[in-house]
T-cell receptor, first 115, second 110 residues
Framework: EPEVTQTPSHQVTQMGQEVILRCVPI?????FYWYRQILGQKVEFLVS????????KSEIFDDQFSVERPDGSNFTLKIRSTKLEDSAMYFC?????????????FGSGTRLTVV | QKEVEQDPGPLSVPEGAIVSLNCTYS??????FMWYRQYSRKGPELLMYTYSSGNKEDGRFTAQVDKSSKYISLFIRDSQPSDSATYLCAMMWGNEKLTFGTGTRLTIIP
């Protein structure tokens, strides 16, 4: 079964450092998403991306965050200057069609720890 | 009022019992209603989704949506220890982002 692949599975970084979280969505999917889950809290939407541009973002997704699809397969989330409160699980998701819900698939996540 | 509310549990039931998990919501624009299962330190895995009101059955799982009451349920029949996980309800409108509940931690006791 096709999977959304995320790397690394765990990243530890010092406060103020830049991090890039990487995702390989399912190959025929066109819509890409990042969500995050702070420990013990709900999964929260960060951003959606289609046709090489952001289609929607949450209030969490401020100027410290950016997304990119640098080639035909990868989808990245960059946090420019990490804060302690950025520590969370970050999930990438992708979807084939926008007209229906079909195929909204999540990766296993990257655990980001900011120290 | 939160957009999606879900009892966080934890909920422990004996093997073979029927499990009922529920969420309420406030945004009447929601059109798609999903249940995800999440194991520790893993991503959400889609169990079932329903468009608008009604019931949907898949094996031991039944999803119900009552839009008039803004209430959704997931029933698990003949529960198994392998069903032990956190169950997340999620909702969507506008074909974009998912809005999740907090998740209910379920343990099936052998």
């Amino acid at each position: 079964e096709p999977e959304v692949t995320q790397t690394p599975s765990h990243q530890v970084t010092q406060m103020g450092q830049e991090v890039i979280l990487r995702c390989v969505p399912i190959s025929n999917h066109l819509y890409f998403y990042w969500y995050r889950q702070i420990l013990g809290q709900k999964v929260e939407f960060l951003v959606s991306f289609y046709n090489n541009e952001i289609s929607e973002k949450s209030e969490i997704f401020d100027d410290q965050f950016s997304v990119e699809r640098p080639d035909g397969s990868n989808f990245t989330l960059k946090i420019r200057s990490t804060k302690l409160e950025d520590s969370a699980m970050y999930f990438c998701a992708s979807r084939r069609d926008r007209g229906t819900f079909y195929g909204y698939t999540f990766g296993s996540g990257t655990r980001l720890t900011v120290v | 009022q939160k957009e999606v509310e879900q009892d966080p549990g934890p909920l422990s039931v004996p093997e073979g019992a029927i499990v009922s998990l529920n969420c309420t919501y406030s945004n009447s624009a929601f059109q798609y209603f999903m249940w995800y299962r999440q194991y520790s330190r893993k991503g959400p895995e889609l169990l079932m989704y329903t468009y608008s009101s009604g019931n949907k059955e898949d094996g031991r799982f039944t999803a119900q949506v009552d839009k008039s009451s803004k209430y959704i349920s997931l029933f698990i029949r003949d529960s198994q220890p392998s069903d032990s996980a956190t169950y997340l309800c999620a909702m969507m409108w506008g074909n974009e982002k998912l809005t999740f509940g907090t998740g209910t931690r379920l343990t099936i006791i052998p």
